[in-house]
Every structure is written in C-alpha cells, then in structure tokens.
C-alpha cells in the first residue's frame, strides 16, 4: 500500500505543474477565447529569463527569474495581443493558427539566440533538499511548484474578484457588447488580460527551470497538456482549472503507476474524451441564453 | 455556381509544376558538371532543424572537418572532396528522400549520416536499392548488416555488454531498466535482461517513457520503491534533463545509485546541469580525455574551429567514418561502390580512440569500449576499458546467452 | 455557362500538365517528390472540406493519414515477410503474428482498411464529440490531442507497429520494385490520378445540397437545427469524408515515399497540413491543394537551402496570410479579379461585394 | 394544409423554467388551438421568448409539459421537434449568407427528403420552394446570396424558409422588430396570409401592429400568464395597461 499511497503527493505535484502551466490559459483562453498555441513559447520565455539571469543573481536566480519572468513573459503576450491577436476576436481557430506561426517563430529565433542544446539553470542550494511524507520524498523543488501554483491561484482569484480591474475583466468576458456599452475600455482590458495570462506563462517557466530541461523546444512538451486542463476544466473557471489539474494529475500519477508512461498518456486523453461525453463544456459552466 | 472552382487548381499545379522543372533542368546540369570534374562529391545527411538537429549539427561537424583535413592534404586519388550537405530535419520519410536525392541527382560517391535508428532504417531500402554507400557514424542497437552500410559507432557488444561487465565486476546485481520508448532502448533491454538471466542478475523493473517526457516522478518512485544497485539508463534527449533532475531531486546521487547512461555524452552534460549527473558512469567508446596524439589533434583542430566546442563519442565516429572511406577510396584507387567496399575489409586506421579495423564480414569496426564517469567540469573521465578493440559482433552470434535475440 | 466550360478546360489544361508535361520534364527525383506534394495535397483537399466547408478545424489529419498508411504498409509488410514475421518484428521480440495484422495478409482487405479504418474512427469520434455539441477551439484542442496520443500508442507498441522506425524497406509493391523507376512513375500517375478523382468529387459533394448543408452548419450550426437537421451528423459525415482522403493520402505515400512513421502523424506534421491549407485558401478546395503542393515545395526547397530558416518563413507566412488575407491565396486572387473586373466595367454601379469581408467562423 | 380546426395543437402545463436560481417562467398554462393566430406579448423579461425556446427544444424546463398535437417535447432535442412540424424565427434573423436565398429556402425544405438526394446537386425549384418564394416576395433576388438582403427581406427570407419547411406551427419571435413602416406593413400581409392556412404564435412588442393583426392574445408577464382574449378586452383591462403604461411607457412604444 505504501508505494500507492507515494503516489498521491507525486499526482499533488504533477497537479500542481499542469496548473501553473495551465493557469496563464484560462486568462487568455477562458476570459478572451482565444487560443495561444505560443503560450508553451511564453513558458520558455520564463525558463530563459532565469537561464539569463543566472550570471547576475546567480543560484537565487529563480527566485528573482520570477517577477521578471512575470514581465518579460508578459510583455511578449502583450505585444502579440497588439499586434496581431486583437485583428482576431471572434475567430478562435484563425488565432490558433497564427499564434502557432508565431511559436514557430519564437522557437527558431531561441534556437538562434541560446542556441539548440539545453542550458542549465541552477536550482538555489536551499531547494535541493526534500521531506519524507507518506513513506516517500517529495523534494522541496516539487513543494515550491505546489506553493508557486497555489500562491498564483489566490493572486488570479483576489485580483479577480476583489480588484476593479478584474471585475472588468469578468464583466468583458461575459458581455463584451454590453461591457463596451456600460463604459468598459474592453481593448484596454484585453491587452491587460493577456498581459496577465502571459505572464504567468512566465512564472511557470521559471519553475519549470527546477524539474525539467531548458531549451528551445520546451514549449512544445507542455502546450497541448495545458489546453487539455483547461478544457477539462472549463472555459475561464478558475475553480474548474484548479480541479482539473489535480485531477489530471493523480489521474497521470495512477496510472503511470500502474501501467507505464506511454499508456499513462493515452488514458489520460481517453479519460478526457469521455468525461466530455457527460460534461461537453467542461467542469464548470458559466450559463447564457445566447444563441451560439 | 458562378465561382469558377478550376481556375484557381490551375494556379495550384502550374506554379510549382514550373519551378520544379526550372529546377530540374538546372539540376541536370549541375550534376553533369559535377560527376565529370576534378572533385569527388560525397553527401552528408544529418538533421539540421528539429529536435535532432542539437545531436546531428556536431556531427556534420566533425564530418567537415574529416574532409577539410583530407582536402587540405590534396583530397582523395588527387580530387578534392566536395562535401553535399543535406538536411533531414528530424523526420525519417525526409532522410529517405534526400538520400535519393543525393544518390540521383547530386550523383555522390558515398553519404555519411543518419543518427536515430529511424533514420537509419528509413534509409536503408535507399542505399540497397541503389548500391550505392552509407556510413552511419553512431552506436545503435545492432542486429543489423546491411551490404551498403558501414558502421563506425559502435553496436551492442561494444558498448552495452562491456558496460553490463563492468557493473558485474563492481558487484551490481539488481538492476532497473530506465528507457524511452523507441527501438534501441527496447532491444538494448532485451539484451540485458537475457545477460541478467545468464548472469545471476535480477532486473527489477523496465519502465519506457515517451519520446520528449519531462514528468519523472512516478518512475524516480517506483526506482527508490524496488531498491536496485543500479539503473541502466537509454533515455533520449531532453528527457534525460528531466530525468536527472528529478532523480537528484529525490535525493539520489551516483554514490547512492549509479545510472549507467548510454546516451549521455560530453555534449548531453552541460544541458543536463553537471551537478545533477556528476559521477554517473556512461558507456562509450570515445571521450575528449581519451589519450593519444590522434586524438589530442583531433581535439585541438575541432576547438579551433568551433570554439568552447567539446568533442564526442558519434563525432568522433563521423569523423573516423570519413577518414576510414578516404583511405578505402585510396586502396581501391577509385570511388566505385564495390571497390570500396572490398577495399575496405580488413582496413585498419588510427583514429582518436585508437586502432580501428573494418570487419569486412559486417562492416562494423572493431572498438574498444571504455566506461567513463562524468567529472565536475562536464568531460568524462575513462574509469574502465576492455583493454582491446572488440570484435563487431551485430547478431551477438558468439555470446550464447544471447541464442534467440535474434532469431 | 461558359464559365463552366472555361473552368472544364483549365481543369484539363492542369491534368495535361500533372499527367505528360511534369513526366516529361522532370528528373526521376523531382517527378517523386511532387508524388509525395499531391499526397499531401489528397490530405489538404479533405481539410478543405472539413475545415473550409464545414468550419471544423481538425488538427489530428495525421492520425488518419496514418491510419490509411499504416494498413498500407502491414500489407507490403506481410508480403514481403513471405510467411514468416515482418523483420521488425524479430528484433522487437515478437515470436508469432499477432492477430492484428493476421488479415492484413489480403490485398483486398488491407486496400478497404485504408478507408475504412480512418472512417470509422472519424465517425465514432464525430458522433460521441459533435452529439455533444463539442466545437470550434475544443474540437481543435481535441483532435490535436488525439494526435499526440495516437503517437503515443503507435510509438510505444513497437512490436506491433514499428515503433518510432515505423514501417518501411518495402520490396514488393504489387509485384514491382518500390525503389525503380518505372514504379516510381506509376506512383505518381496513380497518386494525381487519384488526387483528380477526389477532387472532382468533394467538388460535386460541396455543390451538392449536403454541401450547401454544410456550408450552413458552418456558419450557423444553432440555426441548422431548427431546420430540422441534426447537425451532428452532417458534421460527422464530413469528418469521415476528409478522414477518408487522408487515410487513402496516407496509403498513397507508403509507395511514393517508402516509409510510413509516428513523425508523419503527430501534432507537428497535423498543424502543417492545415497550414497549407490556409494559405492556399481554405474556402476554395483548389486552395487547399494548391496550398499542399506549394507550401511542402517551398518546405523541401527551403530546407535545402536554409535549413533553420524554414520555420522563420512558414511561421511569418502563417502570421502574414492570417493577417492579411485570411482567405488564403485563392481569396487574393478572387479579390485581384474583382477589381479586375469593377474597372473593365466603369461606368456602372459596382456589383455588390463578394459578400461580407471577415467571414466568421462560429466558435 | 387541411387540418381540422378543432381541438388543441399545443398544450403546456405548470411550466417552469429557472436560470441559476432565477426563475424566468414560473408556472404557465397556455393552450394554442388548430388554426389559430396567438400573439404573446408582455413587457421585456416576462418569459416570452423562453416559451418559445422551450417549446423548440432550446431550453430545458425545470417542471411542467408541453405536449404537440399529444406529443410531450420536453427532453426532445431541436431537429426532432422541428420534424414534427414546429418551427420558429429568432428575433435577430439568422440566415445563410453564403447561400443564395434560393438554397437558403431549399436547404429548409429539405429535411423530409430521402438521405441519398443530398448528395445530388439541386436541379430546378421545389414547389414548396416555389410557393414559399412566392409568398415572400423575394423572386427577383433568388440567386442573389444571402449576405445582400435588407433586415427586412432576411426576416422575411426566414419566414420564408420557415414556410418551406411545411411545419403545422409557426413561432415567430418579434418579426417586425427594427422594421420600416412599409416593412411592418408587409409583413403583416405575410401574417396574414400565412394565419389562413397555418398556426401561428407571434411574440411581439409592436402595440400597433398588435392592433391591426392580431385576434387571439396571451400577455405575460414576469413569467406567468397575466390576461388571455381578444384584442380589444386585452387592451381594455387595466392590469395590463399598469404593466405596460404604469412602469415603462417606452417598452409599450
């Protein structure tokens, strides 16, 4: 039973990875619809910040990587919001596709500046330990993950429901037309929106830094499980998000145990396929009598 | 309807029907002028975009810089050689339709390339086809011999079985399987469990993980739950970071648990983090610290070129693959497929990790396989050798314990 | 009418072309690498259906492209292995056939596969997905994830399917040599012989009234309802239709290329077919085949050039196309027209616009 | 159409349908007869259009029946409700621009057609088509996309197509709203013409056009039925004119 019982802290823990890769989507996915494919780009963006701080801030670099990875993550989804993203509301799978050339981009031009092969980010001395809990160990790398993903959850959730600007930003996600009509400055909104979604992208590549490689095809690994929480969940429900990562990640956890990593994989989507069939919008519905 | 739906498929087929046959033409010619001349052209294929490209491009590499040593000492039967570099990029079909395409159009005298097995594979109808020359520089999971292929990397009895005695002689007798899920990991196990069986070793678990995987912590678990003496480690890429880091993290480290890698080498280390993989042995047949004159020239000259640059076990492959076809060419005095290849049986050359001889029975080489372990700068220090080169041996034919691998 | 005709003459002008001038003037080489384009270009046209008919946006094509390639190559497999087992069987451990691919020995059965086989998985996926009104960005993000687990599955059961090396060193293709010539001509007449054929026939199938249907579910899919259809079957049919064509793509370029593998299915290689499809237009199935052709054209040419430049241009391309013309190259070219065609006849009032300019694809 | 014209042709019964908590129809009873022309009115959030929605399968209620012609609908999913014969406009018309106004009415007339006829190519104009087309007035624009009509002419390209489909009752929700004079004008001739053969239940909030087409009338009001009779004592009684005139005078306009 004990290697069983292992398992829960390590589906806490994947948990808790998939949310924080997840977390930046239900900004710009759930609150704008729109489909980031460069958001696994944006994580990389975070893990390079740290990389690159290392000279500077040297093995406390992910902790000061975090608030700049936070900007710099941001800053980039800022400017595709800008640039490009905005000539695209309402047409959801024309931004998924542009956004994935812009990831294209974004990993050729890594390539070119950090060059192809991984680089190593020096995880602080302070976090190399770890605790012993139910039998196993749970390093204090994946403990920091857990606290980072919960410390983002309380950030999205006051600056949503307690701050004015995020009362908008819930205000233009349900009503656009009518948020514009009651004085809302909804482009404002957006670029702040994917500002945030980004950013937090960010972060998340920075804690990826501790656990995982860094290069420039990490995006890739990570983009399609975070769209998968983020589906499971529910358009722009944090709660939604938040279950379903932990899901997820006991789900992963469970079944890697039992089977191996391949099959782990694929249970996972079969899992999510069907749960679809009884919930096709996800954990959490936000209802409305629209048409379409 | 009034849209015309024709017209625009008319754009569709006309457009690239015409720049391929302006192509085409010019490709006609090229290769007219290019067989004919005072240059001899040979083809290296190698993934030089997509996620191979971080192993491959080093490989090119040490391929260029053979031919630029050959060239600079007057080329091969009095021709320069004029390397044709194509790109893979990471996807078998591509490699396949490139090598037709140097083998057809570029006309070349041989092709050095290919690094996955897939890629190999995928090639391999090409060359017999066509009987025309490839020269895979990387170690592989053996049971192969094509005709039209040489080997210069080692195959598994000169890497994994030398890697499995040594651990033997260290006393490591449970041991746990730590793979990615493709062909060599599948068939390197394969082999060492029919080893384990013979050897009164037990394998503890076989665990695969996805190409590209980068969440460990389920597998570091069921490792620290089954408490082998080692692990033996065929993950690929970016895979082993991950691996590694979330291995330390558990708080494992060489002296707790040694994880034999044969898939990191000197150029793998530094993406990995070395304090997360120093003192892990690693198995392979050449390394920077390797001792030799040879070698030391070989070192010297790729660092003047590529600066910081460290060397490797495939590079160092490639670069005797080249070298091994120079002097093969030089004995036959032609290019001629044939020729080279019965002018290559038996050859011998010295290379940087010493005296290499061609099998002519299988085309792979004789190595010596030597097991490193990974020092705190990042270079791999030899720790154990098998003293002489080992006989190739693909089938493993002459190991007993092995009767059925390959049936 | 005599747009018609005209559209009849270009279509011949462009099979003359396909069928004696490209045989005619290329090098071998060059005449199997346009086979392999006009494979893609079979996959692309089903997209152009799905897609630009239907506004379903699959991004999983490669599984069914593979699925068609796959049976394709278990045939040639079995043949070639004579009775005994595939030769990566043996090295993968596999001592007896497994029964899987036991009836894949038949031709016959193995060429039905090619389309059954994608077929049936599409419409299972297209019943349990569309009866629940999954669409838009969450049948993407489905069908992509279908594709990354199809990898998976294909790469980690190697000793029935090859593994990462996939199947390939065919060498007997319906008693020729994969690798001569000859055979190799064959292929491609075979392959723009069939592109043709289905060409013409998801035209006639969007001229028809299920086409019409489709056009309808795309732009209203609620509104179709009260019509008195259910939208999840015309939705469904169409995802099999163009699972179809890529599954018989996928078969096609088992010959053409000689090698079927998990890379030509995974996210990656989905996400560019689409793209090719973008770019060539996706609301005009010529678009899609044109965008195929070009796009892997400037792929491979690219790449022989400029390998790490690829991307930089297929993703500025992408953001480009998508920017600034949205409609892909046949919407500029229709645009190009109707000017032509608004100044040749000045004086009198414009005809109205070819309808409504950003064209919405219901989320 | 010869249906008898007696008897009911929709029944609902203790309806109630609820939104988060909010309940939008809270208990309504209303019988519509053979033949007969209904007008649903009442101020904005009286639960009209739910009625509707829930009636065409759009929205599920939380308690209550609604049987047509002895059929129960609820549970039923959209296209089947249509294909016993119900269909319904939406107050923001929806048509197929891309489509020409001819397909458009085609595609509407086409769900009783045998499966294989789809896949052919459609060959010269239904009579239903026809007659539909007729009847909307839009001859001279059938080839013509969708895309290019007025507001006006695609609400009466979706009566049109609603025609077509040959359904034994009409919903139309506020099919004059956002209308011209000449527009109102003309589609109350359409109204009329398609009341003498058809059952209609028009939800509107025009008080005139209320007045010159309207017979039978059914007003809610916050979610239950408030008055039900002809025109004239509807207008007369004094709950409904607080409803209207005592709250908001605009929405009456």
Redesign the interface.
């Known amino acids: 039973m004990e290697p069983l019982l292992n398992q829960l802290p390590i589906g806490l823990s994947i948990g808790a990875v998939l949310l924080l890769i997840a977390l930046g989507l239900t900004f710009t996915f759930g609150q704008m619809g729109v489909i980031n494919m460069a958001h696994g780009e944006f994580i990389m963006a975070g893990s390079y910040t740290a990389y690159m701080l290392q000279s500077r801030a040297g093995g406390e670099a992910v902790i000061v990587a975090l608030p700049v990875a936070f900007a710099v993550a941001g800053a980039l989804g800022w400017l595709l919001e800008r640039l490009a993203v905005r000539h695209f509301y309402g047409r959801p799978l024309d931004t998924l596709l542009l956004t994935w050339g812009v990831s294209l981009v974004l990993q050729q031009a890594a390539r070119d500046i950090f060059g192809a092969p991984n680089v190593q980010v020096v995880a602080p001395s302070w976090l190399t330990g770890r605790v012993t809990l139910l039998g196993g160990s749970l390093p204090y790398a994946r403990l920091f993950i857990m606290g980072l993903a919960a410390a983002c959850v309380v950030g999205v959730w006051a600056y949503l429901n307690r701050s004015r600007q995020g009362r908008r930003m819930r205000a233009v996600m349900q009503n656009r037309e009518l948020a514009a009509v009651s004085g809302v400055a909804t482009g404002r909104v957006d670029q702040l929106t994917f500002f945030i979604g980004s950013g937090l992208a960010g972060v998340a590549g920075v804690a990826l830094t501790l656990i995982g490689p860094v290069g420039p095809s990490i995006g890739t690994y990570y983009i399609v499980d975070a769209f998968l929480v983020v589906v499971a969940g529910g358009l722009g429900q944090l709660r939604g998000a938040v279950i379903a990562a932990v899901a997820l990640g006991m789900l992963n956890s469970f079944a890697e145990f039992w089977t191996d990593a391949s099959l782990a994989k694929v249970i996972v989507f079969v899992v999510i396929v069907a749960f679809l069939q009884v919930r096709p919008q996800g954990l959490f519905v936000l209802r409305s009598r629209r048409l379409t | 309807m009034r849209k015309p739906f024709l017209r625009p498929l008319a754009a569709v087929l006309l457009l690239p029907a015409a720049l391929l046959t302006a192509c085409g033409g010019e490709s006609k010619d090229k290769a007219e002028a290019g067989s004919g001349g005072n240059t001899v052209k040979v083809g290296i294929l190698h993934s030089l975009s997509g996620t191979m490209s971080i192993s491959e491009v080093t490989v090119r590499n040490s391929e260029q810089l053979a031919i630029d040593e050959i060239n600079a000492k007057g080329g091969v039967l009095g021709k320069k050689i004029e390397p044709v570099v194509e790109d893979g990029a990471s996807d078998w079909p591509t490699f396949a339709q490139k090598a037709q395409k140097l083998i057809k159009k570029d006309k070349v005298a041989t092709v050095f390339g290919g690094w996955t097995s897939a890629s190999r594979k995928a090639m391999l109808p090409v060359f017999e086809r066509n009987k025309a020359l490839l020269w895979y520089p990387v170690q592989y999971e053996g049971l192969e011999s094509s005709p039209y292929i040489f080997y210069t990397g080692a195959t598994t009895n000169q890497q994994i079985i030398p890697a499995l005695d040594y651990f033997k002689e260290k006393g490591k007798k449970k041991l746990f399987l730590v793979g990615s899920d493709y062909v060599f990991p599948r068939t390197a196990n394969k082999i060492i469990k029919a080893y384990a069986k013979a050897n009164g070793m037990q394998i503890l678990g076989e665990e695969y993980t996805p190409l590209g995987n980068t969440e460990y912590s389920t597998l570091v678990n069921k490792i620290s739950q089954a408490k082998p003496d080692a692990v033996f480690n065929t993950l690929n890429g970016d895979s082993n970071v991950a691996f590694f880091k979330q291995f330390k993290g558990a708080g494992f480290d060489a002296a707790k648990l040694p994880v034999m890698s044969v898939s990191i080498a000197e150029e793998e280390v530094k993406g990995i983090g070395v304090d997360n993989v120093a003192g892990q042995p690693v198995a392979w047949n050449y390394y920077e610290t390797t001792p030799g004159a040879t070698n030391a020239a070989f070192v010297k000259a790729f660092q003047a070129k590529h600066k910081g640059a460290v060397t490797s076990d495939p590079m160092e492959a490639g670069y005797n693959a080249v070298h091994l076809w120079a002097a093969a060419v030089e004995k036959a005095g032609s290019t001629d497929v044939e020729a080279v290849k019965k002018a290559a049986a038996g050859l011998s050359l010295e290379t940087p990790e010493g005296k290499v001889t061609i099998d002519g029975a299988n085309q792979h080489v004789y190595k010596t396989a030597r097991i490193g372990v990974i020092q705190p700068d990042g270079l791999i220090k030899e720790v154990w050798s098998s003293k002489e080169p080992i006989k190739p041996d693909p089938y493993l034919k002459s190991y007993p314990w092995a009767a059925g691998l390959s049936s | 009418m005599s747009a018609r005709l005209r559209g009849y003459a270009i279509f011949a002008a462009v099979a003359l072309l396909v069928l004696v001038v490209a045989p005619a003037v290329l090098p071998p080489f060059r005449l199997d690498e346009l086979a392999k384009y006009l494979c893609f270009a079979i996959a692309a046209l089903g997209i152009g259906l799905a897609w630009g008919q239907g506004g379903m946006l699959t991004l999983g094509q490669g599984v069914f492209f593979g699925l068609g390639g796959y049976a394709m190559a278990m045939y040639l497999k079995l043949h070639d292995a004579g009775g005994d087992l595939p030769d990566f069987m043996t090295w993968s451990g596999v001592e007896k056939l497994p029964a899987l691919w036991k009836p894949f020995a038949d031709p016959a059965f193995a060429i039905a596969m090619v389309v059954v086989l994608p077929v049936a998985i599409a419409t299972l996926l297209g019943l349990l997905v569309f009866r629940q009104r999954v669409r838009g960005a969450y049948f993407a993000i489905l069908t992509q994830a279908l594709a990354a687990a199809f990898t998976i599955l294909l790469v980690g059961r190697q000793g029935l399917t090859g593994g990462t090396n996939g199947l390939t060193n065919f060498y007997d293709f319906f008693g020729r040599d994969p690798e001569a010539d000859g055979t190799q001509r064959l292929t491609y007449f075979v392959t723009a012989g069939v592109l043709g054929v289905l060409y013409l026939a998801a035209r006639q199938l969007v001229k028809s009234r299920f086409g019409r249907l489709l056009v309808a579910v795309r732009d209203g899919e609620d509104r179709v309802r009260f019509l008195g259809y259910n939208p999840a079957t015309v939705k469904t049919v169409a995802f099999a239709v163009s699972a179809g064509m890529a599954g018989i793509a996928g078969a096609l370029f088992v010959p053409v290329v000689g090698i079927i593998s998990p890379s030509l299915l995974g996210v990656v290689p989905s996400l560019e077919l689409v793209v090719a499809v973008a770019v060539g237009g996706r609301y005009a199935l010529a678009g899609a085949v044109l965008g195929a052709v070009v796009m892997n054209y400037a792929k491979t040419s690219f790449s022989e050039q400029w390998a790490g430049g690829w991307l930089y241009l297929e993703g500025a391309l992408f953001i480009l196309v998508m920017t600034l013309a949205p409609k892909g190259a046949v919407g500029l070219y229709e645009q190009a027209r109707d000017a032509l065609a608004r100044r040749r006849r000045t004086p009198e009032p414009a005809a109205p616009a070819p309808q409504q300019e950003t064209q919405e694809v219901p989320a | 159409m010869s249906e008898e014209k007696d008897g009911a042709l929709l029944e609902i019964r203790g309806l109630r349908v609820v ?2 908590g909010f309940t939008a129809i809270g208990g309504v009873d209303l019988t519509v007869g053979r033949g007969e022309l209904r007008f649903l009115i009442g101020p904005n959030g009286a639960g009209k259009t ?1 009625l509707i ?1 829930v009636v ?1 399968g ?2 599920r209620p939380a308690a209550g029946s609604v049987a047509f012609a002895g059929t129960e609908l609820t549970g039923l ?3 089947r409700i ?2 016993l014969g119900i ?2 406009t ?1 107050q923001t018309s ?1 048509v ?4 020409t106004v001819l ?1 458009n009415l ?3 007339a ?4 045998p499966l294989r ?6 060959r010269g104009v239904s009579d239903a088509v026809a007659s539909a087309l007729d009847t909307i007035g839009l001859g001279a624009l059938a080839e ?2 969708a ?2 009509l007025s507001h006006g002419q695609r609400q009466w390209l979706e009566i049109g ?1 609603l025609i077509a ?1 040959r359904p034994k009752l009409l919903l139309l929700d506020e099919p004059v709203a956002g209308m011209s004079r000449d527009e109102r004008e003309r589609t109350g001739e359409l109204l009329t013409e398609i009341a003498a053969d058809h059952t209609v239940v028009v939800v509107e909030h025009d008080m005139e056009f209320l007045r010159r087409y309207a017979s039978q009338v059914t007003v809610l009001h916050e979610g239950r039925v408030l008055v039900e009779g002809d025109v004239a004592a509807v207008q007369a009684d004094p709950r409904v004119q607080e409803v209207y005139l005592g709250r908001t005078k605009k929405e009456a306009a």
């Open positions: 939104f988060d739910t929605d065409t759009l929205t999913r959209e296209h249509v294909r269909g319904r939406f929806v197929f621009e891309e489509l397909e085609d595609l509407a086409g769900f009783r057609r006829s789809l896949l052919r190519q459609r013509r996309p895309g290019v197509m489909q």
